[in-house]
């Protein structure tokens, strides 16, 4: 679910990510992760942005134009749009590919360096994805994206507070322009890390600075539904679940589940017959088949 464009012509995206059942955590741990909608990262969307935060060409206060733009530049321009769209294809060893003669005709190109991480990291090369960050990083420290996506690497580590420290940096930039993401990240980061007074302070700031995105209200309300404020938490789920463009499998569960905690079967009926109607096959519904309120 695209969530518009960032600085540099890039794109935040957002959507749903279920946590690894894979990971040794305790049977509440894994419901808990799996219940928070979480995010992709930033992902480069080059087409007719130019270079971004590349420093090449002429200085001072001229204007840059298309005549501007080396050989090279052109070169990293090109390979990084087909890196960017292999990458949003899901063909990673493609695009890693693409993005690295990016690299070769500009070292220090700092979009091809965080597609690079992005790219290492839905790999899972862990070890190679932070190293991308940290040069990235070393191009331009105060780079909000490069802080963001980071950061969201950090978060899936569990490395919690660290995360929250490359967050804060991105949110500190005073030209950027993405705060509502970056805080919605913070807020899913701090709620997996089982701290919801301050996951609900960043979710709220989310949705002060992006009302009308999905994500944001069902993290927000799945957050005020674990802290038992279950009023607040229909409040959020509702705006979501009224639009026809924005209602997901997700958002009927987390309903489904507060209504029985408010003691509303009928409620809670018609809500299942829409999840089962408009979502059939999906795990949501096998657990209200099932029952399984709690998973």
Not at 43 to 62: E, F, H, K, N, Q
Not at 124 to 133: G, Q, R, T, W, Y
Not at 182 to 206: H, I, K, N
């Amino acid at each position: 679910m695209s969530e518009g464009r960032g600085r540099h012509g890039q794109w935040l995206v957002v959507g749903p990510q279920a946590g690894s059942r894979r990971q040794p955590w305790r049977r509440q741990d894994a419901a808990w992760s799996k219940a928070l909608m979480s995010l992709t990262l930033v992902v480069v969307a080059v087409a007719g942005a130019g270079l971004g935060g590349c420093s090449t060409g002429p200085t001072g206060r001229d204007v840059r134009t298309a005549s501007d733009e080396t050989d090279l530049d052109r070169r990293a321009r090109v390979r990084l749009e087909l890196a960017a769209a292999y990458f949003q294809r899901g063909q990673h060893t493609t695009a890693l590919d693409e993005v690295k003669q990016a690299l070769v005709a500009k070292p220090t190109y700092l979009d091809a360096l965080n597609l690079r991480a992005l790219i290492y990291g839905a790999m899972k090369e862990p070890v190679l994805a932070e190293e991308s960050f940290r040069r990235a990083l070393s191009v331009d420290a105060d780079h909000a994206d490069t802080l963001h996506n980071y950061g969201w690497f950090l978060c899936q580590q569990r490395r919690y507070g660290e995360a929250e420290r490359q967050f804060l940096r991105a949110n500190a930039q005073p030209s950027y322009r993405e705060q509502g993401k970056t805080f919605l990240a913070l807020g899913v980061c701090q709620a997996r890390d089982r701290r919801l007074p301050e996951a609900e302070q960043s979710l709220m700031r989310a949705f002060e600075l992006d009302p009308g995105s999905p994500t944001v209200a069902v993290n927000l309300s799945e957050v005020l539904y674990r802290r038992g404020e279950f009023e607040r938490a229909r409040f959020y789920v509702r705006r979501v679940n009224v639009s026809e463009d924005m209602v997901s499998a997700q958002s009927l569960w987390l309903a489904i589940r507060i209504e029985r905690k408010l003691d509303q079967p009928a409620v809670m009926r018609v809500l299942g017959r829409q999840l089962s109607e408009r979502f059939q096959g999906s795990p949501e519904v096998q657990l209200y088949e099932k029952g399984l309120f709690d998973e």
